[in-house]
């Protein structure tokens, strides 16, 4: 009889992986085909919408997809500016894994970016070497950026409120 239940017990340790990785597969499917499906609808609404006013649909995300992918030079336009909002985007989903809320992210990136413009000026003016002064720009993007996030932090640690989110057990 031992002989007889070793397949079975086999057999249900092979469902249960194949049970579970249908489990995996399933939430995976579920985290395409939500913004998928978000997506088709919005794309469906503002076609109708596109149609009420006399335009073409088809012809509209042609012109949106020439845009941003069709030639080289857009292609990079849309990757020079997509990197800091992936990258202000990744600077508030890694506290977020571990349970912490970080806010003021996309501040920090728009007072960065003001405050690389406004030291480049004398710079350029001042005739300093391309290098030197990209290096100086983003000393000053980081330091404005950290220095925001920082008076962010404090007053939500003044005010005790990571005591009081963090729940025990």
């Known amino acids: 009889m031992a ?19 249908s489990i995996r597969v399933r939430r995976g499917a579920e985290y395409v085909a939500i913004p998928l499906f ?9 076609s109708l919408f596109l149609l009420a006013l006399g335009k073409s649909p088809p012809e509209f995300y042609q012109l949106v ?21 992936i990258l202000t985007a990744l600077a508030v989903a890694v506290p977020a894994r571990i349970g912490l809320v970080m806010i ?16 480049a000026i004398p710079l350029v003016l001042g ?14 993007g980081m330091l404005v950026g950290a220095v925001w996030v920082g008076i962010v932090g404090y007053l939500r640690h003044a005010r005790g409120s990571m005591r009081r989110s963090r729940r025990c057990c």
Do not use: Y
């Open 104 to 119: 003021g992210g996309e501040g920090a990136l728009v007072l960065g970016g003001f405050a690389s413009a406004a030291i």
């Open 3 to 21: 002989d007889i239940a070793e397949p079975l017990r086999a057999a249900t340790i092979a469902s249960n992986q194949w049970s579970d990785f």
């Open 38 to 46: 978000a997506l088709a609808v919005s794309a469906l609404l503002f």
């Open 65 to 85: 997809f020439r845009g941003g992918f069709g030639t080289a030079f857009s292609l990079q336009n849309t990757f020079q500016r997509s990197a800091p909002l």
């Open 127 to 140: 005739k300093l070497p391309p290098l030197p002064t990209l290096c100086v720009m983003a000393a000053a």
